[in-house]
């Protein structure tokens, strides 16, 4: 069962703290709020109930793009093309990760297995311990990077896309490719977004309006779960095992962006 809402366009205004530099990213972790001031690359944590500031992380001059947070740790990407590991309550820099050769364009950071996966415009995807501050996979593209990239890790399986192509890693042994997805049945307009399931199971949405479901164990391409008609296209989605809610926006005037909905399990009529 399908359900679509209108969603109204909205503006966002900036807030207005202490410090009057244009912010680039924030993250939030519980009633903690991170937000990164750029041109000091100033890192501030806030406690959104009382609003006041409890850490300050400061560094060279420096854009950041890219933020993760655990509530301890911070990583974000630095000047010279690297990863920055800070802790946050001592307010000391743990780890530079360097290695990449142009700078990042994705961030993933899991802190249980102290894990971070940085995407780089130098078409490499970098796999870190950040423990011990070592590269533990190199996971090289092979194709000029021009458009749109993200990725996304479940376990041991780390799921990227570029343009209308989507790669498949295994992140153990230095990293090993195990699928390339594209063909006749793959995206042929540029990906915007991709879930990865713990059943191997891959969902891919496309500015050309589809939502795909691929088999990542076998690498195949399963079926199409929603095309939508010309001029409408997926800005972002989320998908579980029996869910699936899809933002979508219209290339038509007066058309309000919508979310669609759907039940795989529900009863139809």
Sequence with gaps: MANTLSVPGFNVERWTFCVVKPVHSFMFCGDIRMRFDASVYMAQLWNIVDGKCLHILAGEAWYVNYLQFDGKRVVFDGRDCTVKVWHVHTEKCLHTLTGHTRSINSLLFEPKRDLVVSGSWDETIRVWDVQRGTCIAHLPFRQE?????????????????????????????????????????????????????????????????????????????????????????????????????????????????RLICIDFDASYP
């Design 145 to 257: 990077l021009t458009g749109r990239f993200g990725m996304q890790l479940r376990g041991n399986i780390l799921a990227c896309y570029y343009d209308s192509d989507i790669w498949v890693w295994d992140i153990r042994e230095g990293g090993s490719c195990l699928h390339h997805l594209h063909g006749v049945n793959g995206q042929t307009s540029k990906i915007t977004s991709l879930q990865l399931l713990d059943s191997g199971l891959l969902v891919t949405g496309s500015v050309d309006g589809s939502v795909k479901l691929w088999d990542v164990d076998k690498g195949i391409f399963v079926r199409d779960l929603i095309r939508l008609q010309y001029k409408n296209w997926i800005l972002d989605l989320k998908a579980t095992e029996t869910w699936l809610v899809c933002g979508v926006r219209s290339g038509y005037p007066g058309i309000e962006d």
